[in-house]
């Protein structure tokens, strides 16, 4: 069991961090995007920045900002911080409130919801950045959420910029969600090797 400290203005508070339990919880967030990738492809990936979200498109629009907030009460309650977490308490906060404002942007336009999921997309990426880097010398293996970040940063960008042409379309979501899969696997894998490490 690793431990760090998370230091605020007025109090000093020891918490603890396994790396088998984040293993455990990037491994079932790699599930979940997998698991919308293929549901947007078969129902809503024709969807294009004109149209108007189908229902199901919407719930899974919906969705995906709130799954964000529920995996950062877990991974809170995992490192034990609770409400002294300001960080992952902004995330879950900007989780809420996509989630409020993709309620709206499916009622309007595909091209206004990839707007709302990109502002969150360059957002929340940042978050991730910041997180990662707090708690690579903790945890350690910490790169692929670097890296992470860093492309959701980017990704969110173009997202914002995409939503203004009438071409763009919900598959455009499915393969930032894909990617985002395919880096929790591989800090499932870069965790794996740490804990084996310090098994030895």
Same mark, same amino acid.
């Given at each position: 069991m690793t431990q760090t400290t998370v230091t605020s203005s007025t109090t000093t508070t020891t918490t603890t961090t396994t790396p088998s339990g984040l293993r455990s919880l990037h491994l079932i967030r790699a599930a979940f995007s997998l698991i919308w990738v293929a549901l947007v492809g078969t129902t809503s990936a024709s969807l294009v920045s004109t149209d108007r979200p189908t229902a199901i498109a919407a719930v899974l629009l919906v969705s995906y900002p709130l799954w964000d907030?529920?995996?950062?009460?877990?991974? *809170? *309650? #995992?490192?034990?911080?609770? %409400?002294?977490? *300001?960080? %992952?308490?902004?995330?879950?906060? #900007?989780?809420?409130?996509?989630?409020?404002?993709?309620?709206?942007?499916? !009622? %309007?336009?595909?091209?206004?919801? $990839? #707007?709302? !999921? &990109?502002?969150?997309?360059? $957002? %929340? &990426?940042?978050?991730? $950045?910041?997180?990662?880097?707090?708690? *690579?010398?903790?945890?350690?293996?910490?790169?692929?959420?670097?890296?992470s970040g860093g492309l959701s940063v980017l990704a969110g960008t173009s997202f914002a910029a995409m939503s203004a042409s009438a071409t763009s379309s919900l598959s455009t979501l499915a393969g930032y969600s894909a990617f985002g899969a395919f880096w929790f696997l591989v800090s499932v894998i870069a965790l794996t090797i740490r804990i084996r490490r310090e098994r030895r």
């Open positions: 907030v529920i995996a950062t009460l877990l991974e *809170r *309650r #995992l490192a034990g911080t609770g %409400s002294t977490d *300001r960080v %992952s308490t902004a995330n879950i906060a #900007l989780g809420l409130a996509t989630a409020a404002g993709m309620i709206t942007a499916v !009622f %309007s336009t595909v091209g206004t919801a $990839l #707007l709302v !999921f &990109g502002i969150w997309a360059l $957002l %929340s &990426g940042a978050i991730q $950045l910041v997180v990662a880097v707090r708690r *690579r010398r903790v945890v350690g293996a910490q790169w692929p959420m670097v890296i």
